[in-house]
């Protein structure tokens, strides 16, 4: 290349760069609602609530004062409130996101079994998912209330009945089965991954006598690896900022006398209460802004950490064809 | 609805098989064939039952008296129809819908327009530092909401923003990474040689993303759209952060929560129709563009 372009009359050489720099030009010109939207809604507040974390800023009308480490120390010694929230969130993650992509695997597995009736399937499986979170949470409201449909069904097949909502045991695992209900999205991926397949490999398993199960551990397992990546990553990053459900379920159920009275925070006995859900109360209820910050830096820090580690281990679990990324 | 479907065909084949030894074989090999339908058929139902039940006993409780409602009841007895016209003088329906119309359209808008731009910068034009452009888009993706909100909200209580929908809005016209990385991928489908003939035709880069990228995009956009719109329709965290102390602009998702809040389960019959009417509207939206949802649901999982 660079001796072609020695070979070029400055001239010509004048005219590439001028088209080189149009092309800039062209391209800034396209990336500009971008680029002005990322230095607004991204880099200035990031490093404002990075700052801010190290002040004291409470009240709207309040200023920010330099504290140092303060919140951060208050966070992690004077604050059980910050931990119970953080050993909420981390429950479910751990217990949601891989009940998700199980029952997303699943569903998506039975879905390509029948030759019939898939679409009608695939329908019935996906439209929880349309349904929006806060429509969703009011029905589980009243789906699992201790009167209703849930607990009508246990009772026919004298099974124990829990009272979910109103219960800090069961609480949770009922926010789990309203996350399960609207698997519908995890699952069209796992689907378009499982049709995506060679079929050659299973004819190749079959002339070599392998079972169902060895046909799904060592072809199907592998082949969609890289959608289970992507979807613990998706569900970990998400996962941590769980907040509408628990947010409509506490205050729906809860025993306070309005919204935002704080009694039905975390509702029952702080169960619910998710770290988004207490960084909220910090910072829009109560406005210690400074505070808030720096507990949203912390939930960052986690996160990175989090999905570090799932990149890192990815290349021990996850198989990738043609051998790139 | 296609229950076992396998049953058909059996006994139509053995009266035309011809030779007796295949025509056993077959007859067990479809004996198998019609067992293994039958269970994929049962889990399938069952499954089936499970998604949708939830929204059947929805319905039928929006149908109840209030009375009912709050017995263990499954049946509505009487049918109460008028819930759905007291459900508009409990709660400014009309209000919060429009609210909620008004949000979701503008930002979709928005969104659209300011990320097909972007999106064929990463896409379709070939320049250096491309790649790092993209990675530090998708990156944005990762980034917590809570990282940014403190210092955003700030910005808004400045701008005299804070109690109206301009802060949801208008940060849409500023592109949004998700939809430009949609849009990306798809873009990179197009053949090179569509958007290099126009190159050598003398357009520009505007009209070769006007009349050849976006043209043949157009499923991906709806696509985009649709995501955008439905994520407006249900978003709740930004919408009673910066509206929860002016009920006049609340969104459905905000309205309904308040007055799930105020009501704690003893108007259940008014609450499920609310409910219905708030999830009616996207369910029949995705009923009609189920295409173009899924197909572009499949693309996010496609690498690029």
């Known amino acids: 290349m660079g001796t072609v372009n020695l070979e070029l009359s400055p001239a010509r050489r004048k005219a590439r760069r001028r088209r080189a720099r149009r092309r800039y030009l062209t391209v800034l010109l396209f990336m500009s609602p971008w680029i002005i939207g990322f230095l607004w809604l991204y880099v200035y507040p990031m490093?404002?609530?990075?700052?801010?974390?190290?002040t004291k800023y409470d009240g709207?009308?309040?200023?920010?004062?330099w504290t140092g480490l303060t919140n951060y120390r208050f966070m992690f010694t004077h604050d059980p409130l910050f931990w119970q929230s953080l050993r909420n969130t981390i429950w479910i993650v751990i217990v949601g996101v891989p009940l998700t992509i199980l029952l997303g695997v699943g569903t998506a597995y039975v879905l390509t079994k029948p030759r019939r009736g898939r679409s009608f399937y695939r329908l019935a499986f996906f439209v929880p998912t349309m349904v929006p979170a806060v429509a969703a949470s009011i029905a589980f409201l009243?789906?699992?209330?201790?009167?209703?449909?849930?607990d009508t069904a246990l009772r026919f097949f004298h099974i124990p009945r829990p009272l979910w909502f109103q219960d800090p045991q069961w609480s949770k695992p009922g926010l789990v089965l309203l996350g399960l209900w609207g698997v519908g999205s995890t699952m069209i991926i796992f689907l378009a991954a499982l049709l995506n397949v060679p079929s050659h490999l299973y004819e190749a398993a079959d002339i070599e006598g392998a079972n169902a199960w060895q046909k799904f551990r060592h072809i199907t397992l592998p082949m969609i690896s890289p959608v289970i990546f992507f979807s613990a990553v998706i569900g970990v990053i998400y996962g941590f900022q769980y907040f509408t459900e628990a947010y409509v379920i506490a205050q729906g159920a809860g025993g306070g006398t309005g919204p935002g009275s704080g009694s039905s925070l975390g509702y029952p006995l702080g169960s619910t209460l998710f770290y988004t859900i207490w960084l909220y109360q910090q910072g829009f209820e109560s406005f210690h802004l400074g505070y808030a910050s720096a507990m949203a830096w912390v939930l960052f820090v986690i996160v990175m950490a989090c999905t570090l580690v799932l990149i890192k281990s990815s290349n021990r679990w996850v198989y990738y064809q043609g051998g790139f990324r | 609805m296609g229950l076992l479907p396998g049953g058909v065909p059996v006994s139509g084949a053995t009266v035309s098989?011809?030779?007796?030894?295949?025509?056993?074989?077959?007859?067990?090999?479809?004996?198998?064939?019609?067992?293994?339908?039958?269970?994929?058929?049962?889990v399938a139902i069952g499954l089936s039952a499970m998604f949708l039940l939830p929204l059947v006993f929805v319905v039928l409780t929006s149908l109840m008296t209030q009375h009912q409602s709050l017995t263990s009841d499954l049946i509505p007895h009487p049918i109460q129809w008028s819930n759905y016209r007291d459900i508009f003088n409990e709660q400014p329906m009309l209000l919060y819908g429009k609210n909620t119309v008004i949000y979701s359209v503008l930002a979709t808008v928005g969104v659209v327009l300011s990320s097909v731009p972007v999106a064929y910068a990463l896409g379709v034009i070939e320049w250096r530092g491309q790649r790092a452009a993209f990675l530090l888009v998708i990156a944005t993706m990762m980034l917590p909401t809570q990282v940014t909100v403190v210092p955003l909200y700030l910005i808004f209580v400045k701008l005299h923003w804070i109690d109206s929908l301009k802060p949801l809005i208008i940060p849409a016209f500023f592109g949004d990474a998700f939809s430009i990385f949609l849009l990306r991928q798809f873009f990179r489908t197009i053949p090179g040689e569509l958007v290099d003939a126009a190159r050598v035709d003398g357009a520009n880069e505007l009209q070769i993303m006007w009349h050849v990228v976006v043209k043949t995009a157009k499923p991906a956009i709806v696509a985009v759209a649709l995501f955008q719109f439905l994520y407006c329709w249900n978003d709740f965290f930004l919408p009673l952060l910066y509206t929860v102390n002016n009920p006049r602009i609340w969104t459905l998702s905000v309205g309904l929560q308040q007055f799930t809040g105020a009501h704690r389960g003893v108007l259940w019959n008014l609450q499920m129709a609310a409910s219905v009417l708030f999830m009616l509207p996207v369910i029949i939206l995705f009923l009609l563009a189920q295409k173009a949802f899924i197909e572009g649901i499949t693309l996010t999982g496609v690498k690029g």
Request: net charge positive; no cysteine; charged share 20%.
């Open chain 1, 142 to 150: 009243f789906l699992l209330n201790p009167s209703g449909p849930i």
């Open chain 1, 47 to 54: 490093f404002a609530s990075l700052y801010f974390s190290f």
């Open chain 2, 17 to 42: 098989a011809p030779i007796v030894r295949t025509r056993r074989r077959s007859a067990e090999a479809r004996r198998k064939d019609l067992l293994s339908s039958v269970a994929t058929h049962s």
């Open chain 1, 60 to 65: 709207l009308l309040g200023s920010p004062r």
